[in-house]
């Protein structure tokens, strides 16, 4: 079965971390465009950032530029959101995809289909 499996969600308070994961399962992610969504509740969702299919470019919202970082694993076909100093509005569930299509500029989030690979999604609460 092709598909994404996300894992690292949880509760942290204001200014902790979390490093959220995505394997890859049945396909490899080399010719992939990643990308990072979140949608909190009563809100649209949002895309956080994303690593263009060459990994030298990447992009990030502006609500978590210097805060997060996006990478990935070729090798063992693992994506990471490495989240740091988190902040109460960074609560959401987060959802990781991989879009043969999708394109990934420094400046831009290209649209990320949904018929792409799309993982299950993962909680995440930044809380006192």
């Known amino acids: 079965q092709l598909q994404l499996v996300e894992s690292g969600g949880g509760s942290v308070q204001p200014g902790g971390s979390l490093r959220l994961s995505c394997v890859a399962s049945?396909?490899?992610?080399?010719?992939?465009?990643i990308g990072w969504f979140r949608q909190a509740p009563g809100k649209e969702r949002e895309g956080v950032s994303c690593?263009?299919?060459?990994?030298?470019?990447?992009y990030y919202a502006d609500s978590v530029k210097g805060r997060f970082t996006a990478s990935r694993d070729k090798a063992t076909k693992m994506i990471y959101l490495q989240m740091n100093s988190l902040k109460p509005e960074d609560t959401a569930v987060y959802y990781c995809?991989?879009?043969?299509?999708?394109?990934?500029?420094?400046?831009?989030?290209?649209?990320?289909?949904?018929?792409?690979?799309w993982g299950q999604g993962t909680q995440v609460t930044v809380a006192s």
């Open positions: 690593i263009s299919r060459g990994e030298s470019i990447t």
């Open positions: 049945g396909f490899t992610l080399d010719h992939f465009t």
């Open positions: 995809t991989a879009d043969y299509f999708a394109l990934c500029t420094a400046q831009r989030m290209g649209n990320f289909s949904l018929n792409a690979y």
